[in-house]
């Protein structure tokens, strides 16, 4: 079946911009979680989703990331006046919390600040 | 001191030899803990995944978890070029919680 999809792969944004990024989990998973990537650094948890309940957000590194799941399925992490430190890799990770608590990634967004 | 401690490397070892990976963590109520394989400009993706202490094996890799010593090592035998990756590990203090990585071991395997 089809894995975790992101849009858009690469996003290039000027600094002061607006991004959102999009993650569309495996079919029925109940959980979803972004990281944040950088170069050469294993990825660091920012939020955390069962269905649509936020359940931890502790990861969020300020008040100008943002992220939803409406609807318990498709989620955004959204990003307000983007600065230079933002630029990495976003991580979407889905599960399904049941008996099993593997977590598979999607191909990540590419962020560049400039 | 980070949660999750890898050797950086890398970590060159000859075709069909045996890699040895560890990793130590150190939050004790550590419930479940994973590997991921990511190559090079790719996401992570799971190769192995363990809850109990002991040995688990999956084809050519082995995982081995000592939650006394919080201890977390990936063997991988008959080592291949193709598995020429960086190799992260993963806790996760609550099963289905958030994962905490260490920064990942590369690894290079010479043919």
């Known amino acids: 079946g089809a894995g975790v999809s992101q849009s858009p792969r690469y996003k290039v944004a000027k600094r002061g911009q607006d991004v959102a990024l999009r993650c569309d989990p495996i079919?029925?998973?109940?959980?979803l979680f972004w990281y944040q990537q950088a170069l050469g650094q294993g990825p660091e948890f920012l939020t955390y989703f069962q269905n649509e309940a936020q359940l931890d957000k502790s990861g969020l590194p300020s008040d100008r990331f943002f992220a939803e799941r409406p609807e318990g399925s498709v989620s955004t992490l959204k990003i307000q006046r983007t600065q230079q430190e933002d630029s990495a890799v976003y991580l979407c990770a889905s599960s399904t919390r049941q008996g099993r608590y593997e977590q598979y990634f999607g191909p990540g967004t590419r962020l560049t600040v400039t | 001191q980070k949660e999750v401690e890898q050797n950086s490397g890398p970590l060159s070892v000859p075709e069909g030899a045996i890699a040895s990976l560890n990793c130590t963590y150190s939050?004790?109520?550590?419930?479940?803990f994973f590997w991921y394989r990511q190559y090079s400009g790719k996401s992570p993706e799971l190769i192995m995944s363990?809850?109990?202490?002991g040995d688990k094996e999956d084809g050519r890799f082995t995982a081995q978890l000592n939650k006394a010593s919080q201890y977390v090592s990936l063997l991988i035998r008959d080592s291949q070029p193709s598995d020429s990756a960086t190799y992260l590990c993963?806790?996760?203090?609550?099963?289905?919680?958030?994962?905490?990585f260490g920064a990942g071991t590369i690894l290079r395997v010479k043919s």
């Open positions: 079919s029925g998973h109940v959980s």
């Open positions: 939050d004790r109520g550590s419930q479940s």
């Open positions: 363990i809850y109990s202490n």
């Open positions: 993963a806790v996760a203090a609550e099963y289905g919680n958030k994962l905490v």
